[in-house]
């Protein structure tokens, strides 16, 4: 998970695990270390809400398996 302005990684973002996208129930999470990566057992259609403070916050829907092997890049933009 990387800043927009500058790149850097977001260290601490909450990353929420949820079943679908209308759910508001998280079953599991995580927090960003100081590469800003994480670590998260997933499965196909669930959906990751990524938060920080001062950041917008962002979701990131799970499409197969074989794409979450190879890693995702998360980007997150400062609150307006």
Do not use: W
């Amino acid at each position: 998970v990387v800043d927009k302005r500058d790149g850097l990684p977001v260290i601490g973002c909450t990353v929420g695990r949820r079943e679908k996208l209308t759910s508001k129930r998280f079953i599991g999470g995580a927090v960003t270390d100081v590469n800003g990566k994480f670590s998260l057992e997933v499965k196909t259609g669930d959906v990751l809400i990524f938060s920080y403070m001062g950041m917008e916050t962002s979701s990131y829907v799970i499409p197969t398996q074989d794409k979450v092997k190879s890693g995702i890049k998360v980007v997150m933009k400062g609150n307006k």
